[in-house]
Every structure is written in C-alpha cells, then in structure tokens.
C-alpha cells in the first residue's frame, strides 16, 4: 500500500511574492530533510526559477506541444538540495485557457503514479489567484490540494484576491473541495499593515501562518537565481522562511472561511483608510487605534 503525501495550494495575486513564499517554503523542506515537489501553475512557468540557480525548465504544454505522449519523468527537473520542479506552463499568448495546463499537467503525473513513485512528503502547488479561469480552481475544486493557504498583504487588491480565494473555497467545499489553512501575511513591515490583515483574519473566521516582512535578503537572493534558504541561509530573513515551512508541513487543522461579500469588504476597507488617515494626520495615536 502506497504510504500518503501531504498536498498543499499556494495562492496569491499576481507580484505578491507567491512564488518567492513557495520556493523559500520548499528549500526550507528540503532542507530539514523532506521531499518535496513544486508545482508551477502559473503560465510564466517561473515559479521554480530560483530552486534552479535562475533557470527556466520545460513545460507540460511544452513537451505536449512538441510529442503527442510524454512520460512524465521528461517534466520533472531537481533542484536545490534535490526538490523536484514541474511547471505546467500555459498556452501561447492570446490562444486557449490558461489553466489548461495546471488540468492538464495534474492528469500527466496521476496517471504515471509519479508522486508514489518519487516517495514524495508533499507537493506544493503555486497557483495564481487573481485569475477566475477554472483550470486555476483546480487544485480547490478537486480537493487535489487538502489545505490551502493564501499570500497576502494589508494592500486592498492582495485582500481582495485572498476573499474571493475563499469564497472558491467555500463554494466547493460541500462537494470534496480544498479547506483553508491560513493567510501567509507577506510585507509586513511595521504594526498597522499587521493590524490589517489580523482584523481582516478576524473577521473572516481564519489565521495568520505567519508575518513575513519585505526584505533586501530576498531581493539579493533572487538576482542571484536562488533562494533566501540557499544564498543566505544564516539570515534572519530564511530563519523565517524555515518557520513558516515547520508550521506548513505541521498543518493538520483547514477549514471553511467565512469570506466577506463585496459590500462588507468595500465598509471593512473604508474603515481602515479612516482610521489610518486620521492616525496621519495625529488626531489619534496608535494605542488609541489599538495598532
């Protein structure tokens, strides 16, 4: 009897630093000894770059483009510390569904039994989540991915896109589909954009993993091709990584969210800039403002 793997969805708005999130996650995976696949299901097919020393590798769509039948080992690239990498690519600009190729890639490595065959831990998807084109649902809808988590930060469209996460998630959830596990809180640089997503989480029945701030470590690491694991591993910025990847790989408890509609959002967010202005313009001060 083939043993069970744990698989996992990353969403996130486009430039939030999904990616970034996902291949720190999995380096830090790696390192403590697990294996670990990434999954890239974003049509950039860039998601596994600095797991490779900044290299792009072929894509599902690619190899099917080229040859009717693949075997999926030909998808299937190592990385840093030996963490394997698919990205399932997209179509050509301007030509056919996007999430084609995160259907299509998933279909590949089931049939091939590759994830039992590779003895994997656990599987991370990278999906986009600011695109409402089904085939991104895919790892929720399915329930491929048992527990998803969201990239977010205090911005409103990063907000935004994490609420209508759950929403998907809700929806589906009666029907087999993925649970939440919680909100990656990205960027957080000082007490009120923590403030922000603490409340957001309150009122939508979640939690924060955990808070990670913008960092020139990251930014150095990824012109260098890799991660913050791997280029600057004794920094404070991987030490944080290394956090967030014990409580991901420890995450047993998902569940449904309580997503705010359009009109609770829009009032939830004014009055937030109302409380940030007046605190800018000193008629009151952060303790007054609980941040």
Sequence with gaps: MARKFK???????????????????????????????????????????????????????????????VDAHEAIFRGFKGVYCVEAGGPAPGVGCAGRGIITAVELLKQQNIFHELDIDIVIYDVLGDVVCGGFAVPIREGIARHVFTVSSSDFMAIYAANNLMKG???????????????????????????????????????????????????????????????????????????LARKIIEHTESKVPAPLDIDALREWSAQWANQLLAIESGEIRGAQAGI
């Design 169 to 243: 998630i809700q929806k589906y959830s009666n029907t087999g589909g993925a649970l939440f596990g919680g909100i990656i809180a990205n960027s957080i640089n000082n007490t009120y954009q923590r403030s922000i997503i603490d409340d957001f989480a309150t009122h939508t029945a979640t939690q924060v993993v955990e808070y990670v701030p913008r960092s020139i470590t990251v930014t150095q690491s990824e012109l260098g091709g890799k991660t913050a694991i791997e280029a600057q591993p004794e920094s404070v910025q991987a030490d944080i990584y290394r956090s």
């Design 7 to 69: 698989q996992i969805a990353i969403y996130g708005k486009g430039g939030i630093g999904k990616s970034t999130t996902t291949s720190n996650i999995s380096a830090a995976l790696v390192e403590a000894g697990y294996t670990v696949l990434q999954f890239g299901c974003d049509p950039k097919s860039d998601s596994t770059n600095t797991l490779r020393d900044g290299k792009y590798i072929p894509t599902v769509l690619d190899l099917l483009r080229a040859k009717p039948k």
